[in-house]
């Protein structure tokens, strides 16, 4: 059969058909309804425990935060309380396809599972024959967290002694950061946002990627006075709730940091006290600032003095003062840089004796779960070569040096990601996946950017259709997923997909394999002391936030000798984003500075790219998820483009005209909006829109870089040098 193409716009028929499903939803959701309980499966730190109203065995009502988890605090966003327009969306894929014209041409025949399944099989067995168990390349990512659901595929590629896969393209740059300070990715407990004085949110635009943040810092503001200073490169929806905003230019938050710090040590701010215990080299530190004078800071950043004044006087008055730092300005060449410099502000000033005080990041580094199993660790090869998740485009067209001195990739399986949309150099990422020779299958939920380049396309379950366990990552929660409601006919779980490979693979005899969901998560349970699936189920979820001293590093930083450290050991430090050993350090990394400071590792501007580009998050999409529910799209408009109305000025444009924006890995339309949140000669992008909704069908990431950043990788989505200019 011909099946479905792009589906952008809605027709009016799909418009019918889901207005109608809401429509039901409503009525029915008037009588006394069930409700299920599960977490978030979202690529966001929030991880929100949810109470699900269940309307019969097949859907679901309105989707609730838990009012009684301590984080979610009954707080959740508007497009997961909407779910119900995602999981009965009248375009989920239902059947297995197979391409029957040539690629990316939307033509497709369907399949049995079987069917399916088999072919799959039988061309990667293919393509080792050919070129080695290497060619084959499993690639996913975090489009569910589930543990089991998501990790699943590890132990398949483990197993299967197919290339590694390095999956930088989200934390590295920020994680690297934190780790080289602060040795062991933690901090203090994010509740204690709601103690603190002075809340600063550097980098996150939390209203939008992860409200909950909003929630503790706002019952601060109200509860104590608290002060909340937000730190981004423009106004967005979160500074709109700051008492202090500081707009600066892309790239140069370390900057602010030193001058911070140098003020504290000049004003006699700096907690000397707390130093001489709890950090590597204070002295140094302090002679390395004297240069960094906030004239200095104002030249690199754009901010004024005196909003570096008030910056640092605020943040060193108030022992209270929470740091929430964020992924989006670690998103930058020197991101890793920024990040560590950041943090060594919070040491300077002593914040982390405080309860309300000190800094977070992610959790990750405290909710370990036993992976031997369900990603069959113990099956590692450490002689097999890993590719760079980010640098995907290199790595499909065969680009020597991506490849890692390993065979070209013939055959790929795909789950959980969107990569010809969310990827860096996106034509090469589109060009590679057209290449005659590479065999793909994507499993997926909607027919996607890269689903639409795929030879075999697999429908998938979504959260509430299966069972697994979920780890926050801004939250200290795990809390239990297990199935609510039955799927539609059709769409079968990432779990199925790998134990189905596995048995036409010849390993699923190795451990690990052949158990089910639930027994994978009983064993990750157990193996944490927290009891059976079943008196998990009745728990809902369990907090493992460590005690106070823990948390704030008090018994000691996570380095060997238990110090912060200013002079980071930036290619030596263990961490769960080192690259592999076949891929080893990546970057400038000897321009990475020895003490906090501000580097022009990143693409300055110059003649012919007068202007940087960020590409920021959009409030009704998650990365490249719900832009194909209708309130989503509706919401967001059509991908624009945000400038300073002076540079539109200069440039002759006026608001809603078509704007191309380009650089030397491609060109883009956007339709200008004029914004003066923004410093001139920087430009925002929000949301990374579906190829499709863009004029040429080509998307955001065309603009991307996939060089990857010091020095342990990660891609610099926020860090473009770009023209702007009237499209023709
Ligand atoms: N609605 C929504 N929620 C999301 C996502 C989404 O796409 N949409 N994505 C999810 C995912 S996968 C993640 S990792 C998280 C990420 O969430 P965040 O930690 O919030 O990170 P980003 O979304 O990359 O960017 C946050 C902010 O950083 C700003 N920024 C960019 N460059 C700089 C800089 O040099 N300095 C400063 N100070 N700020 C800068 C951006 O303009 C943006 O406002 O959010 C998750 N939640
Ligand atoms: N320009 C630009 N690009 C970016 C970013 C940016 O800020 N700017 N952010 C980057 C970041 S931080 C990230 S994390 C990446 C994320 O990019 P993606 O990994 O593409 O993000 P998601 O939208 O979370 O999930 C991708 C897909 O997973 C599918 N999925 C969800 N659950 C399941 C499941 O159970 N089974 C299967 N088989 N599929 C499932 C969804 O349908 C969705 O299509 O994008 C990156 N790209
Ligand atoms: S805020 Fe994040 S974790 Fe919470 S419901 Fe929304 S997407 Fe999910
Ligand atoms: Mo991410």
């Known amino acids: 059969m011909m099946c ?73 966003c508007a497009k997961v309380a909407r779910y119900a327009e995602r999981v009965h969306h009248p375009d989920r894929l239902l059947k297995p396809l197979v391409r029957s ?320 949309n969310v990827c860096p150099e996106q034509r090469l990422v589109v060009q590679g996946f057209k290449r005659d020779d590479l065999f793909v299958c994507v499993h997926e939920q909607f027919m996607t950017d890269t689903a639409k380049l795929a030879d075999v396309v697999l429908p998938a379950t979504m959260f509430l259709e299966h069972d697994d366990i979920y780890k926050g990552g801004g939250n200290q929660h795990v809390t239990l997923g297990p199935k609510l409601i039955d799927p539609p006919e059709g769409p079968r779980t990432n779990h199925y997909v790998i134990e189905e490979l596995a048995k036409r693979l010849g390993v699923s005899h190795l451990p690990g394999f052949g158990m089910t969901e639930r027994d994978h998560i009983e064993h990750m349970l157990k193996r944490k002391g927290l009891g059976s699936f079943d008196a998990f189920r009745e728990v809902r979820w369990a907090d493992l936030q460590p005690d106070f001293e823990t948390s704030h590093f008090l018994n000691g930083f996570g380095h060997p000798d238990g110090k912060y450290r200013f002079k980071p050991d930036w290619t030596g430090t263990p961490g769960p984003n080192r690259p592999p050993k076949s891929i080893g350090v990546q970057g400038d990394v000897a321009r990475l500075p020895a003490f906090p400071d501000h580097v022009d590792l990143i693409e300055l501007p110059d003649a012919e790219h007068p202007y940087r580009l960020a590409t920021s998050p959009a409030r009704s999409f998650l990365n490249s998820s719900f832009s194909e529910t209708p309130s989503g799209r509706k919401r967001e408009g059509r991908p624009e483009l945000l400038l300073h109305p002076d540079d539109a000025g200069q440039l002759g444009l006026a608001e809603g005209d078509r704007v191309e924006v380009g650089n030397r890995r491609g060109e883009v339309v956007l339709h200008a909006r004029l914004f003066d949140g923004v410093k001139r000669g920087v430009v925002i992008a929000e949301g990374i829109w579906p190829n499709s909704a863009h004029e040429r069908g080509e998307g955001i990431n065309v603009l991307t870089g996939a060089d990857a950043g010091a020095p342990y990788g990660g891609a610099a989505f926020h860090d473009n040098r770009v023209w702007v200019r009237r499209a023709g």
Not at 14 to 36: E, F, L
Not at 50 to 75: P, Q
């Open 101 to 420: 014209g040539a690629k990316g041409d939307g033509v497709w025949k369907e399949a049995s599972w079987d069917a399916a399944l088999d072919l799959v099989a039988e061309r990667f067995i293919a393509a080792e024959q050919r070129l080695g168990s290497e060619t084959v390349w499993p690639y996913y990512y975090a489009g569910t967290m589930g543990l089991v659901q998501r990790d699943g595929i590890d132990r398949l590629r483990h197993a299967k002694k197919y290339s590694g896969f390095f999956g930088t393209i989200c934390t590295n740059l920020a994680w690297t950061g934190w780790i080289a300070g602060a040795g062991r990715l933690s901090g203090a407990d994010p509740r204690e946002l709601a103690k603190s004085d002075c809340v600063v949110i550097w980098g996150t635009n939390a209203v939008v990627t992860q409200v909950n943040v909003m929630t503790h810092a706002v019952r601060a503001r109200k509860e104590r006075g608290a002060r909340i200073v937000v730190i981004d490169i423009y106004d967005n929806a979160t500074m709109k709730q700051a008492d202090l905003g500081l707009v600066l230019r892309p790239g140069t938050d370390a900057a602010l940091a030193c001058a911070a710090m140098h003020i504290l040590f000049r004003d006699g701010l700096a907690d000397r006290a707390y130093l001489a215990k709890y950090t590597d080299d204070p002295a140094g530190l302090e002679a390395h600032l004297v240069s960094k004078t906030p004239e200095w800071a104002a030249s690199i950043t754009g901010l004024t003095v005196d909003e570096i004044e008030t910056f640092a006087r605020l943040v060193g008055t108030t022992k209270r003062t929470f740091f929430r730092l964020g992924y989006g300005f670690a998103r930058q060449r020197n991101g890793s840089a920024a990040m560590h410099a950041a943090l060594s502000l919070v040491a300077v000033a002593g914040s982390w004796q405080h309860e309300g005080g000190g800094a977070f990041h992610s959790n990750s580094g405290i909710l370990k779960f036993d992976g031997s199993l369900v990603q069959g660790t113990r099956l590692i090869d450490p002689g097999i070569r890993h590719l760079d998740q980010s640098r995907i485009g290199p790595v499909l067209v065969n680009d020597p040096g991506a490849l890692n001195g390993g065979p070209p990739v013939t055959a790929m399986l795909i789950q959980n990601t969107n990569p010809a």
């Open 4 to 76: 479905r193409r792009a589906t952008w716009p809605y027709t009016p028929r799909r418009k019918r058909a889901i207005a109608c499903a809401m429509n039901q939803h409503a009525r029915i959701a008037q009588q006394k309804v069930r409700i299920g309980h599960t977490a978030c499966p979202h690529d966001c730190p929030s991880t929100c425990a949810l109470d699900v109203e269940l309307l019969d065995e097949r859907t679901i009502g309105r989707v609730h935060g838990a009012k009684d988890n301590s984080y979610t605090a009954g707080v959740i």
